[in-house]
């Protein structure tokens, strides 16, 4: 069976409200024995999402953002955007004016060679993660370098894709898939890992499910695997 936007709509506002006057409207009639409820639109409340700020123009090349691989609001309003396409964190006001960037291309301190994610820890730090150089760059609140070290899992392999930071000190990530890569959909196990800010690792949790992903099959053999999109995770 298929049902419009407008039926979804009409199902939320029955399961959210109590007001029998919502209802008043509702057609219902019989099917082949199948009872059907008709909504009119103009009887359910429409959502719009309307953007409260809006950062990034073709023209501006401050504020053109390209393979964006995080974003974060400070507590003082402020945003740092991580955009890979110039091994940049961008520091924006909170109404969107460029203010300041941190980073650039190389193999120093406080540089990327491929910015893979990033997350903001303790008050205002931000910490960034360089799978190129495997290597993790910490920025302060006003995007000064900190200091860089290695992360990885307490057994012993890289983090992979975004990992999360508790407020009293601890990172908590998922390794790498395990195992090759199968044809078609499938949902590889990963390790998962606590460590310290300064990536000392703590102790591992064990093997959880992963990432959807897809395998590539090419000349009858899997090439290789992507994660699928909207998929599990």
């Not at 499938?186 to 606590?194: A, F, I, K």
Request: with cysteine; charged share 20%.
């Amino acid at each position: 069976m298929t049902r419009t936007p407008a039926t979804f709509l009409a199902i939320l506002a029955l399961a959210c409200g109590s007001d029998s006057s919502s209802r008043s409207s509702a057609v219902i009639r019989d099917s082949a024995g199948v009872r059907i409820v008709e909504n009119s639109l103009s009887d359910v409340a429409v959502w719009r999402l309307s953007p409260l700020l809006e950062i990034g123009s073709e023209s501006d090349s401050l504020t053109f953002l390209y393979k964006v691989e995080g974003a974060h609001r400070l507590s003082d309003g402020r945003i740092v955007i991580a955009n890979r396409s110039t091994y940049e964190l961008r520091y924006y006001a909170d109404n969107g004016a460029f203010l300041s960037a941190a980073g650039r291309e190389g193999e120093g301190p406080g540089e990327f060679q491929y910015l893979t994610w990033t997350v903001r820890c303790g008050t205002d730090s931000v910490y960034a993660y360089d799978i190129g150089t495997r290597r993790i760059t910490v920025f302060d609140e006003a995007g000064r370098f900190i200091r860089m070290g290695s992360l990885m899992l307490p057994d012993n392999t890289l983090p992979y894709g975004i990992s999360s930071c508790s407020n009293d000190g601890y990172f908590l990530s998922a390794g790498w898939p395990r195992g090759n890569p199968e044809p078609g959909l499938h949902r590889p196990s990963m390790p998962v890992g606590v460590m310290d800010l300064d990536g000392t690792p703590v102790r591992m949790l064990g093997m959880f499910s992963g990432v959807d992903r897809w395998g590539m099959v090419r000349d009858g053999l899997v090439r290789g695997s992507r994660p699928l999109p909207f998929g599990r995770n």
